[in-house]
């Protein structure tokens, strides 16, 4: 088995970069899932050794939900679409940009689709109790357990092709997929550019 070193990083915590997000008026669900590994990965990819490999979760590459997507409003300051509206389609599409433009520089750096997963991080769409039951019943009988995804992503984290290909994307099976069509390099370049632009409102102490 390959030897596997982490190299300890100290920026700002994910918890502290959400709580100033969200006063900063940033939008509760692109600051939890999107704009706080934006920032992370900015501020750690200087001191990153160059055998370093940096993995993105998210849902890139699900089919369609590009097209769920605002980049006109990326922080829900026109309108609001709270669930699977473009708010959160809003978050993916960073996610996935994220992958593609660290990559596009040079880092070592892969996205994973998990799909659905049955734990409790549904409770609060689905509110949990006998329907929260049903519904992750479901989940478990057409998808991997937490244990079994384990084991198909970690022979993933030592791939010497994530090295040759950098910004490869991965399903829960550990089976490469296709990013979404519309995130050219241009594209890409404007959602980190819109990441920006809302970074720049926000007091982050140095």
């Given at each position: 088995m390959a030897a596997c070193s982490v190299?300890?990083?100290?920026?700002?915590?994910s918890l502290r970069f959400i709580v100033i997000f969200v006063r900063s008026s940033v939008e509760l669900d692109m600051a939890v899932s999107a704009m706080s590994r934006h920032v992370m990965i900015?501020?750690?990819?200087?001191r990153?050794?160059?055998?370093?490999r940096v993995f993105v979760w998210g849902f890139p590459g699900s089919k369609g939900y590009y097209d769920g997507t605002k980049l006109d409003d990326f922080n829900s300051e026109k309108s609001f679409?709270?669930?699977f509206g473009f708010t959160h389609m809003?978050?993916?599409?960073l996610n996935e940009a994220l992958v593609h433009h660290w990559a596009a520089n040079g880092m070592t750096i892969?996205?994973?689709n998990p799909g659905l997963i049955?734990?409790?991080i549904r409770d609060p769409l689905h509110g949990g109790g006998c329907m929260g039951s049903i519904i992750e019943g479901l989940v478990k009988?057409?998808?991997?357990?937490?244990?079994a995804y384990a084991k198909a992503m970690l022979p993933l984290f030592v791939a010497p092709e994530l090295v040759q290909t950098k910004g490869l994307l991965f399903h829960q099976d550990g089976s490469p997929i296709e990013g979404s069509p519309a995130l050219d390099s241009a594209t890409v370049e404007q959602w980190i550019d819109a990441a920006d632009s809302l970074l720049a409102r926000v007091p982050i102490a140095q």
């Open positions: 190299t300890k990083l100290t920026p700002p915590s900015a501020e750690a990819a200087p990153l050794p160059k055998t370093a679409k709270d669930g809003n978050t993916i599409a892969a996205g994973f049955s734990t409790g009988l057409f998808n991997p357990s937490v244990d």
